[in-house]
C-alpha cells in the first residue's frame, strides 16, 4: 500500500498530468484558430500549480515518497515554481506569434507539448533515483524535438529539429551509461543509497570516476556547455522563437536540480573529481561562448552563445562548494548557482520576448540589423531590451551583476589560489562579452531606423507581463536579498535533509 506521504510528494505533478489530459480531451472540441478554450484551461493550470509550489516551498517540509524514489523539499518546489511561471511566460508571449504562423491550425500540440515537458521539468526536480531522474529527461527532450519540429512547413526548424534528436540521444546515452556504472558499482539506483554506499569506501575509486566522466558529459549536454555545445547554436536560431523561448528557460533549472541530485546530494564524496571537470567545462564555455558571440549578426545565434558562457558562470558556482573535503561552503556556493540560473531564466525570458515581439507574419526579426532605431519607433521597448543585455552583461545596479558578484564571491572566499585565478578569468571574459551585448544597445539607440518599421501589435497580456518580467530584472538587481535568501535556505535544507 503506498502511503498518503507518497502522494503528497508528487501532488503538482498529478495535478499538471490531470489538466494535460483534460486539455488535450477539450482541444479536440475547439476548432477555433486562437485555441482560446486550450489556452484558458493551460494559464489556469499554471497558476494553480503556481501557488501549489510556493505554498509547499514556504512550508518548508521535506518528504520522501514511493520508497524514496521521489523529494519534495523546499529546494525542489521553488525550483517546481520558477519553472512553471517560466512555462507560463512562454505560453503568453508565444501565443500571438504561434497563431500568426499557423502552428495552431492542426491542433493545440503547443500548449499540450509545453505542459508535457514542464511535467518532465518537475519530475527531473523531484528525481531521487537514478532512472525517475532519466524518465524526466526524455519526457523533456522528447517534447522539445516535437515542439522544434512542429513548424512543419519549416526547412530550417526540421533541420534543428533533426540535429537536437541525434545530439540529444548522443548525450542521454552518456548519461545512461554513466547511472549504470554507478549502479554496477553500489548496487542501488536510489540517490540517497549511492551516497552511502561512496561513503563506506568499499567501492572503487577508479570504478566510480569512470561512471562520473559519463554522467558529467550527460549533464554539460544539458546545459549546453563546452564541448558539448553544438546543438545550441542551430537548436536557437533554427527552432520558432516562441520555442527557442521555452528551451532557453524551464529545462535550465531542471538541468540545474538534475546536477545537484546527483553530484552535491549523490556524489557529494567524488567533489574533488567532478569540480576539476566542471572547472575546465566552465573556463572553455566563458572563453568559446563570449568570443565566438562577437562575430554573430543573428540575435537567437549571438544569445544562443552567451547562453553557453552564462552556463559557464552557473559552473563556477558549482566548483566552489567542498575546498579540500571540507563542504562548510558548499550552501554558499549552490546557492549563487540557484540565484544565477534563476536570474537568468527571467532574463532571458524577456530577451526571447521581445525578438518575438518585434516579428511579425512572415517577418522574422532575427537579425541585430532589424533592432536598428528601435528607441525612435518604440522607446519602452528598447528599454527592456537594453535593461536584458546591461543585465546580462553584469552591469549594476541590474540582477545579473548580482549573480556574477555571488558566483566570484563563492570562488573568492575559498582562499584557494585556482580558484581566484578562475574568478579573475571569468571578470575578463565578462568585459569581453560586454562588448556584444552593448553592441545591441548601440543599434537600438544610435543607429537609424530602417524605412517601412514595423507596427508592434502584441496582446494586452504579453505587453503587460512582458513589462512587469522587464522591470523585475532592476527590481532585483537592487533589492535581491529576498530572491538570495530564498536560495540559500532551499539550498541547506536539501544539504541537511
Not at 170 to 186: C, N, Q, V
Request: with cysteine; glycine share 8%.
Amino acid at each position: 500500500m503506498i502511503e498518503k506521504a507518497s502522494w503528497i510528494a508528487i501532488y503538482p505533478e498529478i495535478v499538471l498530468l490531470a489538466m494535460t489530459c483534460a486539455i488535450v480531451l477539450v482541444d479536440l472540441l475547439d476548432r477555433s484558430a486562437r485555441r482560446l478554450a486550450s489556452y484558458g484551461l493551460c494559464a489556469a493550470t499554471l497558476l494553480v500549480l503556481l501557488a501549489l509550489t510556493a505554498l509547499a516551498a514556504v512550508d518548508g517540509q521535506t518528504l520522501y515518497g514511493f520508497g524514496g524514489q521521489v523529494v519534495s523539499d523546499p529546494l525542489a518546489n521553488w525550483l517546481k515554481c520558477f519553472a512553471t511561471l517560466a512555462t507560463l511566460l512562454v505560453l503568453v508571449y508565444g501565443r500571438a506569434y504561434v497563431q500568426k504562423r499557423g502552428m495552431l491550425l492542426r491542433g493545440g500540440e503547443w500548449f499540450t507539448l509545453n505542459l508535457l515537458s514542464l511535467l518532465g521539468v518537475f519530475v527531473m526536480i523531484s528525481g531521487n533515483n537514478f532512472l525517475i531522474l532519466y524518465l524526466g529527461l526524455e519526457l523533456v527532450t522528447l517534447a522539445s524535438y516535437a515542439l522544434v519540429a512542429l513548424r512543419r512547413d519549416h526547412a530550417v526548424s526540421l533541420e534543428a529539429a533533426m540535429k537536437y534528436f541525434v545530439l540529444g540521444a548522443m548525450a542521454s546515452g552518456f548519461l545512461l551509461y554513466g547511472m549504470s556504472m554507478l549502479y554496477g558499482a553500489s548496487g542501488t539506483l536510489n540517490i540517497s543509497e549511492v551516497l552511502q554506499a561512496i561513503a563506506s569506501g568499499k567501492i572503487q575509486h577508479q570504478i566510480l570516476v569512470f561512471g562520473l566522466v559519463f554522467i558529467v558529459a550527460g549533464l554539460a549536454f544539458k546545459f549546453g556547455v563546452v564541448p558539448f555545445h553544438m546543438w545550441i547554436p542551430d537548436v536557437y536560431q533554427g527552432a520558432p522563437t516562441a520555442v527557442t523561448l521555452m528551451i532557453g528557460s524551464a529545462p535550465k533549472l531542471a538541468a540545474f536540480a538534475m546536477a545537484m541530485r546527483l553530484l552535491a546530494e549523490g556524489l557529494l564524496p567524488l567533489a574533488m573529481d567532478w569540480q576539476q571537470m566542471l572547472a575546465v567545462l566552465a573556463i572553455a564555455s566563458l572563453f568559446i561562448g563570449n568570443l565566438a558571440a562577437i562575430a554573430q549578426t543573428n540575435i537567437k545565434r549571438m544569445l544562443a552563445y552567451s547562453t553557453i558562457a552564462q552556463m559557464g558562470f552557473v559552473l563556477l558556482g558549482l566548483v566552489a562548494g567542498v575546498v579540500g573535503g571540507n563542504t562548510l561552503l558548499a550552501a554558499n556556493a549552490y546557492s549563487s548557482a540557484m540565484f544565477y540560473v534563476v536570474t537568468y531564466v527571467l532574463t532571458t525570458l524577456v530577451s526571447f520576448g521581445i525578438v518575438m515581439l518585434l516579428s511579425c507574419e512572415g517577418f522574422e526579426s532575427e537579425e541585430i540589423a532589424d533592432f536598428s532605431g528601435l528607441n525612435q519607433r518604440h522607446p519602452f521597448y528598447a528599454l527592456l531590451m537594453a535593461l536584458c543585455m546591461f543585465s546580462l552583461a553584469g552591469l549594476p545596479p541590474l540582477v545579473g551583476f548580482q549573480a556574477k558578484l555571488s558566483v566570484l564571491q563563492a570562488l573568492i572566499s575559498t582562499g584557494q589560489a585556482a580558484l581566484i585565478g578562475l574568478s579573475v578569468f571569468a571578470v575578463v571574459m565578462s568585459l569581453i562579452g560586454a562588448f556584444y551585448y552593448i553592441r545591441v544597445v548601440k543599434v537600438m539607440y544610435f543607429d537609424a531606423p530602417q524605412s517601412g518599421g514595423i507596427a508592434i501589435e502584441a496582446p494586452w497580456d504579453m505587453r503587460a507581463l512582458l513589462s512587469v518580467n522587464g522591470l523585475m530584472l532592476l527590481a532585483l538587481g537592487i533589492v535581491p536579498g529576498a530572491l538570495m535568501t530564498l536560495c540559500a535556505s532551499a539550498v541547506v535544507r536539501m544539504l541537511l535533509s
